[in-house]
């Protein structure tokens, strides 16, 4: 067998000497490092004698003999790839708060370089990075361990990130640029003293920093999460839960570390930023409430800033803006993801089923109380209909709304307070033209009309404040965009929508459409349910009326909301058959009778409204009539129509086949 061939007769001296000391390194320690001196002796100037010898003094643990060989070589040798590579694993363990002791060899080789060799390594890396976000984490390092770069390096950065950010078409505020701007960069650039911005930079950065904020907070819940970003997937485990406002540290494949460090609160976090940005700007710090408290002592205490100060000082009005808007924004998603607690996980509430706000379709103007009578009501020609309600009155858009407790289906006073604090902002950000101004433009810029919480916020505010026109616009934007969608991914959802949209027709006189709308949501309803039963009843609001709108909020189930729609309907009918009085409508009257047996005897009182109406007209025509109905004092009551003392009247009722 030939001998092996000999391969260090063709190596240089460097490369046979490295060789060799690599081979002598799995035996003889000391005989390799002996070699490695001495070749470093010979060629001073060959890059990979030089990392050879640093390689066995880190494996070593050499940190003080490691840290002079990689600072001579970065003096030397910086353009090496190799080198900068080991550099970028330097920045990387500077970072990581890891034991592993390959990176914390790094970090006390670092820890041992006198502080210029620590700045020229750091500003040197962050000029020779691969990407943006290497390069920021560099220049950020040379911040936190050097003030003076703060003032030299802050703002470029911060600009930078965001140029950065706009250039990738970055549609989400969860991306890595804008992580490192709010959560490391801005706290450093706004502390520092010496930096001196025009106060338009200090808006934009507030700005950017809520929207970053309330993104995590209201991002929902996804089986694998993608932010539809053109760059690699953002993850967090703390996205599974945002209502709580707990933000935990995230990172993402390629950009290490996690600024948001533990467990922090999105909302809280937001107030510091604006705290900190008025002492640069020079705003009224006293208009901004502490976020200790209940909310409506927050916005009481804006409320009275308000009230106390001009109403053009846009020192005031910044203070005040942006304490309302955080506040609206806190209270809204509050209310708008209790209510839908299914889309954000929400934990706030031990009722996890979503949330419906409609109004009580028994509101009156006038108090009018019914006793129960029996059969064979004996009515004299001269009564006066009773009206059947005063839902529909105009007069009812003005006057107060309140929210009714129901603590069995979670509507809590703390919902209910935070539902009318939101609404409360939400007027005071329009009340004057330099409030409205600067929210809708921060709406806009935040591209705010894309937020589901926020729409569906706004709809129910309409509802509470009566503006039943806007509302139902909005509805029916909403069910135009499900129309394209796949029903079994939106039946919920469009239900919702078809309830709201039914009873803003109701309370506009659109009684025809108010049907159709109800109709469609029946059908929607799931029908593996239990059999439909009388609704809870819920709490009386402590300063309940009778000049007062009543709204409830109901489980999205067929359980609750069926007898709603029943009702909805037997309203409907009531004002067709009541208020069009040079028509007859049988259908209508039949429709409303067969309906007022779900919720016997309480309509009984209207039902002698419908006799009166047909011993008046002197027939009646519904061919259903003994297919549905079933009550045994209404069908007595017919019989005795049909009798001389009665009427008589004449009825109808057979089913066309059978006449």
């Given amino acids: 067998m030939a001998a092996p061939m000999d391969t260090s007769q063709n190596l240089s001296g460097p490369e046979w000497m490295v060789e060799k000391a690599q081979k002598c390194v799995r035996t003889d320690l000391f005989a390799s490092k002996s070699l490695l001196i001495t070749a470093r002796s010979l060629y001073p100037r060959n890059f990979r004698i030089q990392f050879e010898a640093y390689k066995i003094e880190k494996s070593a643990k050499k940190t003080t003999e ?23 694993a330097l920045t990387t363990a500077l970072q990581s708060d890891s034991q592993d002791s390959s990176v914390t060899i790094l970090r006390d ?11 020229d390594i750091l500003q040197k890396s962050s000029e020779y990075a691969k990407n943006m976000i290497e390069k920021s984490r560099c220049k950020l390092l040379l911040m936190k361990h050097f003030s003076e770069a703060i003032s030299l390096y802050g703002v470029s ?21 804008r992580n490192l701007l709010v959560c490391e960069v801005l706290p450093l650039v706004i502390a520092n003293k010496q930096i001196d911005v025009p106060l338009k930079f200090y808006a934009k950065w507030l700005q950017k920093s809520m929207a970053y904020y309330l993104s995590y ?8 999460d993608q932010l539809g970003s053109s760059t690699p997937v953002l993850t967090s485990p703390g996205l599974n839960s945002p209502p709580s406002t707990k933000v935990s540290g995230y990172t993402r494949p390629g950009f290490e570390g996690a600024p948001i460090e533990g467990s922090v609160d999105g909302w809280e976090k937001m107030h510091e930023m604006i705290v900190k940005i008025a002492e640069k700007c020079g705003w009224n710090l006293q208009a901004i409430p502490k976020i200790s408290g209940s909310v409506t002592s927050r916005f009481q205490h804006i409320s009275e800033c308000y009230r106390q100060q001009p109403a053009d000082s846009p020192a005031v009005n910044k203070s005040i803006f942006y304490s309302t808007v955080l506040l609206f924004l806190k209270t809204a998603f509050f209310y708008a993801s209790t209510v839908d607690a299914e889309s954000f996980a929400s934990t706030s509430i031990g009722h996890p089923t979503a949330l419906l706000l409609l109004e009580d379709l028994n509101a009156r103007l006038k108090s009018k109380k019914h ?33 009714k407790v129901n603590k069995s289906y979670g509507v ?8 009318e604090t939101a609404v409360d902002c939400w007027k005071l950000l329009y009340a004057n033209e330099y409030l409205e101004k600067d929210f809708n433009w921060l709406l806009h810029r935040w591209k705010a009309d894309k937020w589901l919480w926020l729409t569906s916020f706004q709809t129910d505010m309409m509802i509470f404040k009566g503006d039943f026109a806007q509302a139902l616009r909005m509805l029916q934007e909403k069910h135009k965009q499900m129309s394209s969608m796949p029903l079994a991914e939106v039946a919920k959802n469009k239900l919702k929508i078809l309830l709201q949209m039914a009873a803003c027709h109701f309370r506009l006189g659109q009684f025809s459409s108010a049907c159709e709308m109800t109709l469609d949501a029946v059908n929607l309803m799931p029908s ?37 729609c029943i009702h909805l309907l037997l309203q409907c009918y009531k004002k067709k058959s009541f208020h069009h009085h040079n028509t007859k409508d049988d259908k209508a009257l039949g429709h409303m009778i067969v309906l007022m047996q779900y919720d016997w005897p309480k309509e009984e009182s209207f039902f002698a409204d419908a006799v009166k109406k047909i011993r008046k007209q002197g027939t009646f025509t519904y061919p259903l009539f003994f297919r549905f109905i079933i009550n045994i004092d209404i069908l007595e009551e017919f019989a005795f ?10 009825l109808d009722l057979l089913p066309l086949t059978q006449r």
């Fill in 109 to 119: 080789m670092f820890d041992s370089f006198p502080p210029k060799a620590k700045y």
């Fill in 412 to 419: 809590t006073p703390e919902l209910i307070e935070n539902f």
């Fill in 528 to 564: 593996s349910e239990n059999p439909v039963t009388k609704p809870t009843a819920p709490e009386k609001p402590a300063h309940a009326s009778k000049y007062t709108r009543m709204l409830f909020l109901l489980p999205v189930t067929g359980r609750e909301l069926l007898p709603y």
């Fill in 371 to 403: 006793k129960h009578k029996h059969k064979k009501m004996r009515l004299d020609e001269n009564d006066i209909p009773l009206d059947s309600d005063s839902s529909d009155d105009p007069g009812l858009s003005s006057i107060p709304a309140n929210l």
């Fill in 157 to 177: 950065l911060a600009e930078s990130l965001i140029d950065c950010e706009k250039a990738e078409g970055e549609k989400s505020a969860l991306n890595p640029y």
């Fill in 641 to 650: 129509l049909a009798t001389e003392e009665g009427g008589p009247v004449e």
């Fill in 66 to 88: 490691g840290a002079a060989i990689l600072l001579d070589m970065f003096q030397h040798f910086f353009d090496e790839p190799v080198l900068q590579d080991e550099l970028q």
């Fill in 217 to 224: 907070i209201t991002h929902p819940p996804r089986k694998h």
